[in-house]
């Protein structure tokens, strides 16, 4: 297991990499001047050579990599042109926001996602089968977006149950919390829900299907016994692969949520970054948005090799 999970660190190494030049790249090929931004319509073009001077600005791009990436060898992500704070404590501030949109929104994803997608294929060909399909169907076919404008009108503003914006850390007040993020982490839920429904029903008739279900059967083994005992966990790979992509389009969804609810998260924090051309504050978003991503991917792989050992034994890929 060791070895495996060394093997999976090291490959992580290339794709941060690969992430961080081309957050670098992009970010210095936007046109505009953040020197323009800083200093205002009455700088004059001394001011703003005296800030690029200051920023480095003036420097060669490739200087100015060399530098960056100096710097993040030793955990520096740089300093924030605009929020006068370094771009560690900025993110760190907004982490947990972002961290608990995601982490709630995957849980009911895949909580529901299983449910339905189990008692569709135990019910093959039914109504239940057919109505957990058309569900999980219009929660593919509902942009994010729309609905928490929905969920907002109808909880927020018509019923006044929960919050129509804002965030409260859980530290603070757990009830709290739990209000401010429910009608977010629903609404960025509902469409991976429908992902996840559809794959555990089909990796679930796909199990069942096989004879040694049928020898389980024939033995007398209750119903519940049979799915849960000997059938999901040999449908769990497909399930955990899914899962493991659905968390990076989580973590991206989320900006357009965060937006959507006025969360104060990571995602926000870099958009408004790109129009304010707060260059080093996106280059550390998506760096530490990567980040964990490759860390739940890293994860995924050890419940691969969990739920098959032929994996970690390197025998099942």
Not at 4 to 16: E, G, K, N, Y
Request: aromatic share 8%; no cysteine; hydrophobic share 55%.
């Amino acid at each position: 297991m060791l070895r495996f999970l060394t093997r999976r660190l090291l490959s992580a190494i290339p794709v941060l990499f690969v992430v961080s030049l081309v957050a670098f790249g992009l970010m210095w090929l936007v046109p505009g001047d953040i020197a323009a931004e800083i200093g205002g319509t009455d700088a004059t073009p001394e001011d703003l050579a005296a800030i690029r001077e200051r920023l480095g600005l003036d420097k060669p791009v490739w200087e100015r990599a060399v530098n960056w990436y100096g710097a993040l060898l030793q955990g520096d992500l740089g300093y924030s042109y605009l929020l006068n704070r370094s771009v560690v404590d900025a993110v760190i501030e907004r982490l947990p926001v972002t961290l608990s949109l995601a982490g709630l929104s995957l849980a009911l994803a895949t909580l529901t996602g299983m449910l339905l997608g189990i008692l569709a294929a135990v019910r093959h060909n039914t109504l239940l089968d057919q109505g957990a399909m058309i569900v999980a169907l219009i929660g593919l076919s509902v942009p994010e977006f729309w609905f928490g404008i929905l969920m907002i009108i109808m909880f927020g503003v018509w019923l006044g149950w929960l919050p129509t914006g804002g965030f409260v850390p859980l530290s603070e007040d757990p009830v709290g919390w739990a209000r401010s993020m429910v009608l977010p982490a629903f609404s960025l839920a509902v469409s991976q829900m429908g992902v996840i429904a559809r794959m555990t029903r089909s990796a679930m008739l796909d199990v069942l299907g096989q004879d040694y279900i049928r020898t389980v059967r024939a033995k007398g083994l209750r119903a519940r016994g049979v799915v849960f005992r000997h059938g999901l966990p040999n449908a769990m790979i497909p399930i955990v692969t899914v899962v493991g992509v659905i968390t990076g389009v989580l973590l991206s969804g989320a900006v357009v949520i965060e937006t959507v609810f006025s969360l104060p998260g990571v995602g926000r924090l870099i958009v408004g970054a790109i129009q304010r051309r707060d260059f080093p504050v996106v280059q550390g978003g998506l760096l530490v948005t990567a980040g964990i991503f490759v860390f739940v991917n890293l994860l995924v792989d050890v419940l691969y090799a969990a739920f098959d050992p032929r994996v970690r034994d390197g025998r099942g890929g």
